[in-house]
């Protein structure tokens, strides 16, 4: 018997026992995920079909992990106006498996993973704060004195200065001084290409002596 989900804007054709990725859902690994909105369930000439959906029918699933599509570059250039852009997006996903597909109102073996009161959730907030700022630290240490006005390199604007600034690169001779592991690093943590960080960094290089 097969089903046909919708979540996230998305339908989705499954079956007991597929794994799939969708469009985030809340949860961590082993939680149970329910999906209401049911648009067909059945097999063959018994399929139903609702009207939009099919009354008391459900599909539970576990989630396998959260993770990030590929990194998706956006390029924009201006012809002869000596602008170009390049922008990175990496979508949050879900993965998930379905376990059962259910009608008749009935109700799934293993209940979904239940919301926690506001209280335990300040408690897990105020513990996992030291966790946050730890992992919200510079990738680099900015250099003493006067940071250098990183604009005057081809592809940085106003909002990459700050991002990179934020991120403690504020001087040419910085920008210049990176390593290909370096470069790696800020591909992965920022909305940058490797591409476009070794083009700076060439022009750095000229700007710092």
């Keep these: 018997m097969f089903a046909v989900i919708k979540t996230g804007g998305k339908q989705y054709r499954v079956a007991a026992n597929d794994v799939l990725t969708i469009e985030k859902l ?3 690994a082993g939680d149970t995920v329910e999906f209401t ?15 939009p959906l099919v009354d ?12 990030r599509a ?5 390029f924009k250039k201006r012809r002869r106006q ?11 996903q879900t993965v998930v498996k379905i376990t059962d597909i259910l009608t008749g109102g009935a109700k799934p073996a293993k209940k ?5 009161d506001a209280a335990p959730k300040a408690e897990a907030k105020k513990e996992a704060a030291p966790k946050a700022e730890a992992a919200a630290a ?9 940071p250098d006005n990183l604009t005057k390199i081809k592809g940085i604007g106003p909002v990459a200065a700050g991002q990179l600034a934020e991120q403690g690169i504020t001087t040419f001779a910085q920008v210049a001084a990176l390593s290909d592991a370096d470069i790696t690093r800020i591909d992965e943590a920022m909305p940058f290409s ?12 000229a700007l710092a002596k």
């Excluded at 049911?38 to 079909?49: I, Q, Y």
């Excluded at 590929?70 to 956006?74: N, T, Y």
């Excluded at 000596?82 to 949050?92: A, D, E, L, W």
């Design 56 to 67: 008391g029918a459900m599909v539970v699933a576990e989630v396998v992990e959260q993770g």
């Design 70 to 74: 590929r990194k998706v570059l956006a």
């Design 112 to 116: 979904a993973a239940a919301k926690k």
């Design 82 to 92: 000596n602008s170009k852009r390049i922008r990175g997006h990496r979508q949050h």
């Design 138 to 146: 510079p990738l680099f240490t900015a250099p003493a004195g006067e």
């Design 26 to 28: 809340d949860g961590a």
């Design 194 to 205: 490797a591409e476009q960080i070794s083009d700076w960094r060439d022009q750095a290089k």
């Design 37 to 51: 909105e049911v648009l067909m369930v059945g097999e063959g000439a018994g399929a139903t079909v609702g009207a």
